[in-house]
């Protein structure tokens, strides 16, 4: 499992590479992870796509 700080990291890392598109990208890594049976792995991807979401901060409407 990450630490909490390992997830802070990924999350920026992706984020920084990706731009708006990281919590997608995060999103679609955790579904493939699941399709494939790897819970734990899907369940991390999740962790990072939480972390992605919450630095974006809330959605303008």
């Given amino acids: 499992m ?5 997830v802070s990291e990924y999350a ?16 679609r890594r955790a579904r493939n992870c699941e399709q494939s049976g790897e819970t734990k792995d899907a369940a991390e991807w999740r ?12 959605r303008e409407s």
């Fill in 2 to 6: 990450l630490s909490p700080v390992k």
């Fill in 12 to 27: 920026h890392a992706l984020y920084r590479s990706l731009g708006p598109q990281a919590e997608a990208e995060a999103a």
């Fill in 47 to 58: 962790r990072i796509q939480q972390s992605i979401t919450q630095m974006r901060g809330p």
